[in-house]
């Protein structure tokens, strides 16, 4: 808000100039005018400059510099086989504005070919939190877990959400259907969470793409205008992004990294150390020192036997295997006791 106020007084103060002070002998009003088309086009020019990467910026600098070089040279030459006239004066200008609009073409579309960062830590801290900027697609944002990851703390930087990407949540929340009015209002809501985290940084931005249609490839070119990584867990964005060499946080893939070494039924080698709080439990730990309560393996201890999980508990302090130790010896006792009762049921 503050920039457009400072561009409308730019605008008006320019207009104003030109009124005043009448340039080329125009007449005051026609002035105005000019100065305030002037003044738009310098803001336009500014917007454009902003859109610029590092890269790209230092890129036109140099090839801009380059060019007024060459055309001072190119003058020099041109001056010595003119006369001096009107004529000469307008190949000099012409070949000014020639030379400085190649060398500022040329120089930006050439500018990814520079290494900023051997010219100084500024370039280098710019490019660090260029590569921190993540932009969140509409998926993750419904899905929610992008919140708890980055309530928790592992996740820092800038989390940026295109206008385009909070359109196509609004869409969802007044749709007709209402499981897809339940996602659309779910994604609002957690948006607003994250922007209620102080140690979190999330930005609505205007940037959009008009001659792209799917907000899916709007995305990668935003990504790829920022320098910057796509969270998703959309499996066919993922794959899209990958063939665009666009760099993805995919929340499935975290997910899946997280989840417990062992399962539920799986099979585990163990060795029981000692004995457990409760009856007949058994303790043993695994290589990085998850505690390990094995039911049925007291007699067990000082043996390395063959658990079957049956439940893995994870808590804030760590992580907790359950598991149950079926101990062949103990069988033939218990199929004997079994017997037992059945006679006993039949005898009554």
Same mark, same amino acid.
């Given at each position: 808000?503050?920039?457009?106020?400072?561009?409308?007084?730019?605008?008006?103060?320019?207009?104003?100039?030109?009124?005043?002070?009448?340039?080329?002998?125009?007449?005051?009003?026609?002035?105005?005018?000019?100065?305030?088309?002037?003044?738009?086009?310098?803001?336009?020019?500014?917007?454009?400059?902003?859109?610029?990467?590092?890269?790209?910026?230092?890129?036109?600098?140099?090839?801009? /510099?380059?060019?007024? @070089? &060459? !055309? %001072?040279?190119?003058? =020099?030459?041109?001056? $010595?086989? +003119?006369?001096?006239?009107?004529?000469?004066?307008?190949?000099?200008?012409?070949?000014?504005?020639?030379?400085?609009? /190649?060398?500022?073409? @040329? &120089? !930006? %579309?050439?500018?990814? =070919?520079?290494?900023? $960062?051997? +010219?100084?830590?500024?370039?280098?801290?710019?490019?660090?939190?260029?590569?921190?900027?993540?932009?969140?697609?509409?998926?993750?944002?419904?899905? &929610?877990?992008?919140?708890?990851?980055?309530?928790?703390?592992?996740?820092?930087?800038?989390?940026?959400?295109?206008?385009?990407?909070?359109?196509?949540?609004?869409?969802?929340?007044?749709?007709?259907?209402?499981?897809?009015?339940?996602?659309?209002?779910?994604?609002?809501?957690?948006?607003?969470?994250?922007?209620?985290?102080?140690?979190?940084?999330?930005?609505?931005?205007?940037?959009?793409?008009?001659?792209?249609?799917?907000?899916?490839?709007?995305?990668?070119?935003?990504?790829?205008?920022?320098?910057?990584?796509?969270?998703?867990?959309?499996?066919?964005?993922?794959?899209?992004?990958?063939?665009?060499?666009?760099?993805?946080?995919?929340?499935?893939?975290?997910?899946?990294?997280?989840?417990?070494?062992?399962?539920?039924?799986?099979?585990?080698?163990?060795?029981?150390?000692?004995?457990?709080?409760?009856?007949?439990?058994?303790?043993?730990?695994?290589?990085?020192?998850?505690?390990?309560?094995?039911?049925?393996?007291?007699?067990?201890?000082?043996?390395?036997?063959?658990?079957?999980?049956?439940?893995?508990?994870?808590?804030?302090?760590?992580?907790?295997?359950?598991?149950?130790?079926?101990?062949?010896?103990?069988?033939?006792?218990?199929?004997?006791?079994?017997?037992?009762?059945?006679?006993?049921?039949?005898?009554?």
């Amino acid at each position: 808000m503050n920039l457009i106020l400072l561009r409308i007084l730019f605008v008006s103060l320019s207009a104003t100039l030109c009124y005043s002070f009448q340039p080329f002998a125009i007449p005051a009003l026609p002035a105005a005018v000019l100065g305030a088309v002037a003044a738009s086009f310098v803001i336009w020019a500014e917007l454009r400059i902003r859109a610029l990467t590092l890269h790209r910026l230092i890129g036109a600098v140099v090839g801009g /510099i380059l060019g007024i @070089v &060459g !055309a %001072s040279l190119f003058c =020099l030459v041109l001056r $010595s086989t +003119l006369p001096a006239g009107s004529t000469a004066a307008a190949i000099q200008v012409f070949v000014l504005l020639f030379m400085l609009y /190649i060398g500022l073409l @040329v &120089g !930006a %579309s050439k500018g990814e =070919l520079l290494n900023p $960062s051997a +010219l100084g830590q500024v370039f280098s801290s710019e490019k660090s939190s260029r590569s921190s900027t993540r932009i969140l697609d509409t998926s993750v944002i419904i899905d &929610g877990r992008i919140a708890d990851v980055a309530e928790t703390g592992f996740l820092d930087g800038l989390f940026v959400v295109p206008e385009f990407v909070l359109h196509e949540l609004q869409l969802v929340a007044d749709s007709t259907d209402s499981s897809r009015r339940q996602r659309g209002r779910r994604g609002l809501d957690i948006l607003q969470r994250m922007q209620s985290m102080p140690g979190l940084q999330l930005q609505i931005v205007s940037d959009d793409f008009p001659a792209i249609r799917e907000v899916d490839l709007k995305l990668l070119e935003l990504a790829r205008k920022w320098e910057a990584r796509v969270v998703t867990n959309d499996f066919n964005l993922n794959k899209v992004a990958q063939i665009h060499h666009v760099e993805v946080l995919n929340i499935n893939d975290l997910a899946n990294a997280l989840r417990p070494v062992f399962l539920p039924g799986e099979k585990m080698q163990i060795t029981i150390l000692k004995e457990g709080k409760e009856y007949n439990q058994g303790v043993g730990y695994l290589d990085d020192g998850t505690m390990v309560v094995v039911d049925h393996a007291r007699r067990a201890i000082g043996r390395s036997v063959e658990i079957t999980v049956t439940s893995v508990l994870q808590t804030a302090s760590g992580k907790m295997i359950f598991g149950r130790f079926d101990d062949p010896a103990s069988r033939p006792e218990s199929t004997r006791t079994e017997a037992v009762q059945a006679v006993v049921e039949l005898t009554h």
